[in-house]
Each structure stands twice: as C-alpha cells, then as structure tokens.
C-alpha cells in the first residue's frame, strides 16, 4: 500500500518550497513550528503563483510513479504501517519515502549513534565498535550516512548480523555524500535508507536539523560519540530528551574540542557509556525490556602462536617488551601482531600501545 494523495502533495509542497523554509528555519525559535504548519499557510510562506497552481493541479499517479522508478516505497501517517515512533514528533513526515525493506520501521528497540563528521581515528573506532555490537545483538543502528561518525556506527553494523537504518536530508534514492555510495547501497540492502522528501528533491540546509528529528524518534536511545559544542548531532539529542527518549555520550580525550559537546550532555546528566554493551544496558533500562550481557564473539580459528599472542593483549600487555624477552620472541610478536591488525582482531592505541580491537 502507498501514501494517499493529500499526503503525497503535503511531501511534494515542502520539498517545492524548500528553500523559502530555510528562511523559516531561521525565523523561527523551534523548526518543528515551521514543519507542523497546515498545508495553506505553508502555501502563504512559499506563495509563488505557480507553486500554488501546480498545488493545486497536483498529480498523485506521477508521484506514485516517480517514487516507483526510484525504487522507493511510500508510507504515509494515514497507514497502519507508518512507523508509530514517528507520531509522537510534532511534526512528523506526512511521507516516508523509504529505500530497501519497510519491515525494518516496524515496532522494535533501536539506538542512533550520532557525532561529528570530522571524527578522530577514535571516535571512528568508538563508533565502528558499538555499531558492530549492537548489530551483534540484534538491536537496529539508527544515523544520518554523513562522513564521520555516522558511516563508521553503520559500518560497524553492516559487520554484524543486525539492520541499519540510515536518514538522509535529501532524496532516499541519492547517496549523501555522493562518495558514500557504497554505504548508501549496503544499507539499503541491509535494512533501509529513508527521508521525508521525495525522489528528486535537493537537501537545503534546514533538511539536516529536519532529518535528526527522524533519527531520534525512530530510536529509543540516542548515543552521541564526539562532538564539539556547535556539532548538529547534538540537534538529534535535543529532539531525543524532546520526546523522552533516552540520551547517552561517549567520553572523549578533555584537551579535544570533538569531546566539548559530548562532555557537555555528560555534565547536564547525560549516562556515559563505553561499549554496546553499557548502551545494551541502558537500552533495557529505557524500555523496562530485560538485559541480557552481549556474549562475546569468538576470534576466528587461529594458529597456536596467534592465539597466544591475543591472549596477551587481551591480558593488558600491550608492548613488545611485555609480550617478549628475546630479539627471536621480539620478531615472532610483531609479525603475530602484524597478522591480527590484518585481521582486525588488534589495532595500535594511546602511545603505540596494543589493544584488542571491538
């Protein structure tokens, strides 16, 4: 079943008046004001005369069939299967267009992992991590698909066996960034790309503080990972605590201004997390579900002299003098430790230091 036609002309009329809404946005103290506006004052504040007669000459059959050549599904508030998290927004999309397998919006216990797009080797091994554990887990990874933090919590998910759900400012059907591609596709495959706007439209500005509302209504638990204090991933923790949804923050190094914003919610009360599984834990807390401790994934088989290699990591001996004594043992640790960067299973830390890899 698709959207209804006055849904589909709603979608239609904000994505024809997206520019003149980036002047709203800016006007006006809470963007959900602008987006809940009705159809005819949304009218009056894009009211170019042919903007209004192609209104109201609206052809639903075409949008059906644009949206069809995009290999997109529409979904509309007027549908059972409209996600029912969306609905406790102000706002919500009168159309979600939807890249991949609708099945995924359905009821279910999700967290967004947002941050800054230009995150540190850290941050991106943070999110990498909790993506992958939450996928582990069963437990859907919500983010936008921008640079940064957000494409390393869906890689991270994409490595385990759980869906992603990406939300993009603009189109569903168009990667956002365009070097994103391959991620745009392994997500659609995977699970599902979504936006409010219809196939064709261009992402203004106001879209991405839009796409976060989104983001943290589909999500119970929101967790940002590195921000600095004017990062728009903390837009999607406001709307999260907007809605009553849990919020939670990764702790960063104090002397980086990517860790100012993540700090900050920290102090305003925000739990700190460190892993999936403290996410996972808190997850249940939100939903009164049960806990259940993420059971660790065995390494692959690996050769006697590897295991023991990892063993010692694991064990907190992170340096080659702690893991040999001899120049023989010193050259068997580093070509074993070369073999499990390779393998993703140890990477370099805090000063050279080697740490089991998530």
């Given at each position: 079943m698709t959207a209804c036609d006055d849904c589909l002309r709603r979608a239609w009329l904000i994505a024809a008046i997206a520019g003149r809404l980036q002047v709203e946005f800016k006007r006006r103290s809470a963007?959900?004001?602008?987006?809940?506006?009705?159809?005819?004052?949304?009218?009056e504040i894009g009211a170019a005369a042919e903007i209004r007669r192609a209104y109201a000459g609206f052809d639903p059959p075409s949008a059906r069939a644009a949206a069809l050549a995009a290999g997109l599904v529409t979904v509309c508030g007027c549908r059972d299967t409209y996600p029912k998290p969306l609905r406790d927004l102000a706002d919500p999309p009168a159309v979600l267009h939807v890249l991949g397998d609708p099945g995924v919006l359905a009821p279910s216990d999700r967290v967004a992992v947002v941050?800054?797009?230009?995150?540190?080797?850290?941050?991106?091994?943070?999110?990498?991590?909790?993506?992958?554990?939450?996928?582990?887990?069963g437990?859907?990874?919500?983010?936008?698909?921008?640079?940064?933090?957000?494409?390393?919590a869906h890689a991270g998910a994409l490595s385990g066996p759980g869906p992603a759900i990406g939300v993009l400012a603009g189109s569903a059907d168009v990667p956002y960034p365009a070097s994103g591609w391959r991620l745009h596709a392994a997500v659609a495959s995977r699970g599902a790309v979504?936006?409010?706007?219809?196939?064709?439209?261009?992402?203004?500005?106001?879209?991405?503080?839009?796409?976060?509302?989104?983001?943290?209504?589909?999500?119970?638990?929101?967790?940002?990972?590195?921000?600095?204090?004017?990062?728009?991933?903390?837009?999607t923790a406001d709307f999260a605590a907007e809605l009553g949804?849990?919020?939670?923050?990764?702790?960063?190094?104090?002397?980086?201004?990517?860790?100012?914003?993540?700090?900050?919610?920290?102090?305003?009360?925000?739990?700190?997390?460190?892993?999936?599984?403290?996410?996972?834990?808190?997850?249940?807390?939100?939903t009164g579900a049960p806990f259940d401790p993420p059971q660790p994934v065995p390494p692959p088989d690996l050769a006697p002299d590897l295991t023991a290699v990892l063993a010692a990591v694991e064990d907190g001996r992170g340096t080659l003098s702690e893991l040999a004594t001899t120049p023989a043992e010193a050259r068997a640790a580093l070509v074993g430790l070369g073999e499990l960067e390779r393998l993703g299973l140890v990477r370099r830390g805090f000063a050279g230091r080697w740490e089991r890899a998530a």
């Open positions: 963007p959900a004001r602008v987006l809940a506006l009705p159809d005819d004052e949304l009218l941050g800054a797009r230009r995150a540190s080797a850290y941050g991106l091994d943070v999110a990498r991590a909790l993506g992958r554990g939450l996928s582990i887990a437990v859907p990874v919500v983010s936008g698909l921008a640079l940064g933090i957000d494409s390393a979504v936006s409010e706007l219809p196939p064709g439209a261009r992402a203004h500005r106001w879209c991405f503080v839009a796409r976060n509302r989104i983001i943290a209504a589909l999500a119970q638990l929101t967790v940002v990972v590195q921000a600095t204090d004017r990062s728009g991933s903390l837009t949804r849990g919020v939670a923050a990764v702790p960063g190094v104090v002397t980086s201004r990517l860790s100012t914003g993540v700090h900050q919610l920290i102090q305003a009360g925000a739990p700190l997390v460190c892993d999936a599984g403290e996410v996972l834990e808190l997850l249940a807390a939100t």
